[in-house]
Nanobody, 122 residues
Framework: QVQLVESGGGSVQAGGSLRLACVASGYTGSNYCMGWFRQAPGKEREEVAD???????AYADAVKGRFTISKDNAKNTLYLQMNSLKPEDTAMYYC????????????????WGQGTQVTVSS
């Protein structure tokens, strides 16, 4: 059984930083995509960033240059370093994983974490 558990959310002022972590367990495949998604109240869920098993990364335009996705294979952990945070980054952030190669289609993410809240105040 695959499990994804996020941590690292919190409240921060605009311009601040947070690092989210997602510990994965139970997945044994060698080909995968992992991503971070977010959903703000009243808005559609959107992909923030993804990384595949080869380490190739992709970012949403809204976070390019501010957020960095990375993974530590030895720790089975996915990270999202978020710098220069803005109030519009406020959302519930979810970690997701799926057995697929690039492109990392949202429909291919079969595993989701429970989410961690990020709140950015102005």
């Amino acid at each position: 059984q695959v499990q994804l558990v996020e941590s690292g959310g919190g409240s921060v002022q605009a311009g601040g930083s947070l690092r989210l972590a997602c510990v994965a367990s139970g997945y044994t495949g060698s080909n995968y995509c992992m991503g971070w998604f977010r959903q703000a109240p009243g808005k559609e869920r959107e992909e923030v960033a993804d990384i595949d098993s080869d380490g190739s990364r992709a970012y949403a335009d809204a976070v390019k240059g501010r957020f960095t996705i990375s993974k530590d294979n030895a720790k089975n952990t996915l990270y999202l370093q978020m710098n220069s945070l803005k109030p519009e980054d406020t959302a519930m952030y979810y970690c997701a994983g799926g057995p697929m190669g690039r492109p990392c289609a949202e429909s291919g993410y079969g595993y989701w974490g429970q989410g961690t809240q990020v709140t950015v105040s102005s």
